[in-house]
Nanobody
Framework: QVQLVESGGGSVQAGGSLRLSCVAS????????MGWHRQAPGKQRDLVAD???????NYADSVKGRFTISRDNAMNAVYLQMNNLKPEDTAVYYC??????????????????WGQGTQVTVSS
């Protein structure tokens, strides 16, 4: 099976920075896009940023110019550098891996996977 483990969340004051990391483990052959989503209390889960295996990036308008997504294909890892954080960035941040090709019980599968989420809290 495949697991995504996130780290790097925490509490910070407005204007501060945090760096989130997510590493996928398991018998992985390849991963398509990797990205970060977030969900604030009482709201839907929204895309923050994603990146293809070739390095093409996509950002939500609300984080453009403040957040940077990057990826290490050899490590099956994705990162989110968050600068100039605002209180409205407060949410649980989830890592997602799309189109994961992996082996399980001698068979190959392709699935999407989510991490368990990490809390980011920004105080004013």
């Amino acid at each position: 099976q495949v697991q995504l483990v996130e780290s790097g969340g925490g509490s910070v004051q407005a204007g501060g920075s945090l760096r989130l990391s997510c590493v996928a483990s398991g018998s992985i052959l390849s991963i398509g896009a990797m990205g970060w989503h977030r969900q604030a209390p009482g709201k839907q889960r929204d895309l923050v940023a994603d990146i293809t295996s070739g390095g093409r990036t996509n950002y939500a308008d609300s984080v453009k110019g403040r957040f940077t997504i990057s990826r290490d294909n050899a490590m099956n890892a994705v990162y989110l550098q968050m600068n100039n954080l605002k209180p409205e960035d407060t949410a649980v941040y989830y890592c997602k891996a799309d189109g994961v090709e992996y082996y399980a019980s001698s068979y190959m599968y392709v699935d999407d996977f989510w991490g368990q989420g990490t809390q980011v809290t920004v105080s004013s």
